[in-house]
């Protein structure tokens, strides 16, 4: 992913609480079962007795299902009513989270002043070694947008923006990609200063991302030159960080994109990517929806209703995660309309062993992101379906990693993409509700 990520881990002892409404949601926060915490809080938060468990759950549900203001005020009388029974740890952890949601908000001078604030603090106190470098980081990242404004979309708010969308193959050499390509991506047409560029559309970008040839062109005012992209990764690279003071959209208009600006990588031998539309301009909408068959999308007035199957999708940071249920088990992914196929990891092969080996083939397969290509081997399976909200879905020529890829969240199952994108005629993403649905 394009972004600064900080983990968020708490944890709870709740061996002291009897088998009350507390005991059920500590144990849910101790699962990190966020889910069914959203759908089990709200019928036992009247029978609660510890009042730091309320905040701590109302502080969570806001930050991963997209209430931002809610998480916000929750960490605030948390902070500063409840240290001392949170912990040290999970006090450190929520100030990281109220820092990191202010960015999101776009209140970078904010974030980057109490991140400043918190690691002096840490520093002085001569301990908490590891958060006092989470804070550090931070406040690097934010000090550098402290004048920018907020990213904010223009547009009439009485009117549907309806887009015209391409889905084209990915082309691939052969010597990468036998059949010469390999899923799909999902284009967008942006005008920048007169010009109309495809972007990709892709939810598993945390912010826009060019080329420096792209930045260059479009006037990208760079506000960093030294952001780590894909820290995690041993394919890490140094890229830099700018603002986009405006883009159009269809009839909309996008302030204040934040963009990474992507160095030449090993990839760009294979596929060369020059502009990415991600994460801080589709968050900026309650409801996207897209018509695959129709080559268009949607960017409605009003959002759809929460569907009766519930919601399905988290927000973490920059990144949507997509529960999907696989014969009554509920499993993670990462829900990236950037990734142009599907892939499961080795933790659902590990899970599902026995079943896989029977229906699928072992094969050597090359793939790639940024700054990286590797020949692995795989299982090959001609066909899986999973459920995603009230509907079937079938993955065909499906690729399951039998090692470890480098897969540091073990909640995460995989990735799911555009495989899930084209067969249907609608597929609505809804921010305001998280979920997605299928249509």
């Known amino acids: 992913m394009k972004k600064v990520v900080l983990s968020l881990l708490v ?21 990190a079962d966020w889910f069914e915490l959203e759908r089990t809080y709200p ?14 759950s109302e502080a969570l549900i806001g930050y991963y299902f997209n209430r931002p203001d809610e998480a916000l005020e929750s960490i605030d009388k948390l902070l500063a009513n409840h240290r001392a029974e949170i912990g040290n740890q999970n006090a450190c952890n929520m100030a990281a989270m109220s820092c990191l949601v202010k960015g999101l908000k776009g209140k970078y001078a904010a974030a980057a002043q109490d991140a400043r604030n918190i690691a002096d603090r840490l520093n002085q106190q001569g301990k908490g070694e590891e958060a006092y470098a989470g804070f550090e980081t931070i406040y690097d990242f934010y000090k550098r947008l402290k004048d920018v404004p907020p990213p904010h979309v223009s547009r009439c708010p009485q009117e549907d ?15 990468f990609e ?42 990208v005012r760079m ?30 208009k996008f302030y204040n994109s ?29 409801e996207i929806r897209i018509y695959p068959k129709k080559e268009e999308m949607v960017f409605p007035s009003v959002a759809s209703s929460l569907p009766s199957s519930g919601r399905n999708l988290i927000k973490m940071d920059r990144t949507l995660k997509l529960k999907a249920d696989d014969n009554g088990e509920n499993l993670l992914f990462v829900f990236d309309t950037g990734c142009s196929t599907a892939g499961f990891n080795y933790l659902y092969y590990e899970a599902h062993k026995s079943a896989l080996k029977s229906i699928g083939r ?10 990286h290509i590797n020949k692995r081997e ?41 495989d899930m994108i084209t067969p249907f005629d609608c597929v609505i993403i809804n921010l305001k509700d998280m979920f997605l649905k299928l249509e």
């Open 43 to 56: 019928m036992l938060k009247d029978s609660m007795k510890v009042d730091f468990l309320k905040l701590m």
């Open 378 to 418: 795989v299982l090959r399976v001609p066909t899986l379906g999973i459920k995603v909200g009230d509907r079937t879905v079938t993955l065909n020529n499906l690729i399951i990693d039998i090692e470890n890829q480098g897969t540091k969240t073990a909640d995460d199952m995989g990735i799911i993409g555009m």
């Open 258 to 286: 934040l963009v990474t600006i992507a160095p030449p990588n090993v990839l760009d031998s294979v596929v060369k990517v020059e502009a990415v539309l991600g994460m801080d301009f589709i968050s900026q909408f309650d």
């Open 223 to 252: 506000l960093n030159d030294s952001i780590r992209i894909n820290p995690d990764s041993p394919a890490s690279m140094v890229g830099k960080m700018g603002v986009l003071d405006s883009m159009k959209v269809g009839d909309m």
């Open 362 to 371: 072992r094969e050597t397969v090359t793939g790639g992101g940024f700054n």
């Open 178 to 219: 036998p059949t010469g390509e390999r899923g799909t991506h999902l284009l967008i047409p942006v005008t920048v200063n007169g010009e109309t560029y495809r972007f990709i559309f892709d939810t598993g970008a945390g912010t826009t991302l060019l080329s420096e040839r792209m930045a260059k062109e479009l006037g």
């Open 161 to 175: 923006v309806v887009v015209s969308i391409d889905i084209e193959k990915v082309k691939l050499p052969t010597d």
């Open 11 to 31: 944890f709870f002892s709740v061996s002291s609480f009897s088998q009350t409404a507390d005991e059920r949601i500590g144990n849910l926060l101790n699962r």
